[in-house]
Structures are given as C-alpha cells and as structure tokens.
C-alpha cells in the first residue's frame, strides 16, 4: 500500500504541474491576442526598452517607438524591419516619435500624435528613466526634481494623455510601468531614485482600483539589476553623470530576458511583478513582517558604502 506521504507527494506534485500546465495555456492564449495590438513603449533607443521592442515586435504587436534620441530610435526600427525573415515574426512597420518625458507640458500634443497613427493605443510599456547615486546631505534638490519628473511625473502625465482616449474607446488596455525592487525597498546612496519608484507604485495602485471599472489593466514590474547602461547615465549628487558601470549592473540579468518576462506579465495579465532573487524578494517581504532588522541592515550597509567613497 502507499503510504500517506507518498500518496501525499504524488497530489503535490499533481498540483503543481496542474498549475504549470493552466499557466502556459494562459500564457499562449495571452500571447495569441497580442497579435496586431497597438504598443507604445517609452525608453525604447536602448537597453531594456529596445529588448521590449524586440520581444513585442516578434509578438506580432504594432509598435510605438518613443525616445529623446531620433538617430538610435531609427536605428532600432531598421534592426526590427531586418527581423522580419525569422519565421516566427509576423511584423508591422514600428513607428518612431520622439518625446523628452521630462519635459511635461509637451507630452499631451505628442502622445495625441501617437494615439493618431491607429486612432488608439492598446498597450502602453512606461520604461524612460534614470537613475542616481549619492548621499542625502550633499544632494542637490534639482538632482531630486530631476529623477521625480523623469521616474514619475513623466509617467504620470503620459497615462493622462493617453488614459481619456483608452476610456473612450470602451476596449480595454493595458498600462505597463516598470519600476525597480527599489520601489519597493529603499538602498543608501539611492535615495531621489527610490522615491520616485515608490512614488509611482503608489501612484499605480491607486490607478488600477480606478480604471478597473473600464477594463484596462495596470502591471507593475519591478526588477531587481539588468545589465544596461543605467548607472553609466545616472545622476551624482551634483547632477552630473556617474559614469561608472556597477559591478551589480555588470552582473544584472540580461534586458532580453526582462523583457520576456514583461511580454509574459502583459500575456498573463499579472497585476504586480518582482523579477530579482529569492533573497532579494525575501528582503522586499521582511521589510513588511521585520522592519527594524531590515533599517539596522541597510545602516550597516550605508555605513559600510559612505567610509568607501568618503
């Protein structure tokens, strides 16, 4: 006779494939209906936002190409358009529009333009943004402005822009925003880029309970590293750039692995998405159950980082 524990393993394990299997059966259908969908993706003349074009691309999706850069824009249209002879893309032509985030009182007229190329948008990937390194004390408070309207507002006043015609069309849609596990638990020596992380979590979970109504979707994705060129860009305390390739960057995961991954959580219609470790999403977590063993951590850390660069 089987004993109870095997008999038990045996469910488990049942279980768990059953959920593996209904999974990948949402995850095809998912990626079924993406086909032909409408995608603007901000960020997208390098890194994870040109890793989204591609996987989106090859999804079958129609894109919206946006960025400060015209020249790298184009440049990742024309690397699309010579991707149309691998057998698993059914492409459109991506569309390229060029848009500063930061500067806020243009983005309605530009994202008018964007809503005009197919008379809607049905999904939006908010991925622009910088990132910063430097201690509170000697931190300038336009560095501070800086990362708020970039990490932030300009997310905030693209979703206003866009969000009317979205209603309007009685559809549907989905609002992607990709965040950072620092959204979720501030790091010494991050303190203008974990704000506005936190600021647009919150600023997201207000938006999904809002919009839920009209059936349009908000994901929040927040990474742990990817190997980029964030930290080359990022601000210092003085708003000039860093300049330095972290070793954690260096050791990220790869922007086309995050990508799939945000291609994936669109397909899937996923709400919240950590993508780091185990032991970073344990730390994300003990934040909530053990604050003060988290605060004594990070003071050690910052301790630790602060007698480095002083």
Known sequence: MLSINMVGGVAVSVLVLSGWLLRARRRRAGLQELRGKVVLITGASSGLGEACARAFYLAGCRLILCARRTDELQRVARQLKEMKSLPEAITY??????????????????METAVGYYGYIDV?????GSSYRGEIIQTSLDVDVSLMNVNYFGHVALTKAILPAMIARKSGGHLVYVSSVQ???SIPLR???SASKHALQSFCDCLRAEVSPHNILVTVVSPAYIKTGLSLNA???????????DETQ????????VAKKILESVALQCSDVILAPYLYRLVVYLRNILPDLIF??????????????N
């Open 93 to 110: 032509e991506p569309k390229v529009l060029t848009v500063d985030i930061s500067q806020l009182s243009l983005i309605p007229a530009v």
């Open 235 to 245: 601000l210092t305390a003085d708003g000039s750039k860093y300049g330095v390739m």
């Open 250 to 257: 260096k050791k990220g995961m790869e922007p086309d692995y």
């Open 296 to 309: 004594t951590i990070m003071a050690f850390r910052a301790k630790k980082q602060m007698k480095k660069t």
């Open 183 to 185: 959204g979720k638990l």
């Open 124 to 128: 939006v990937i908010n991925n622009a």
């Open 191 to 193: 303190s203008a880029y």
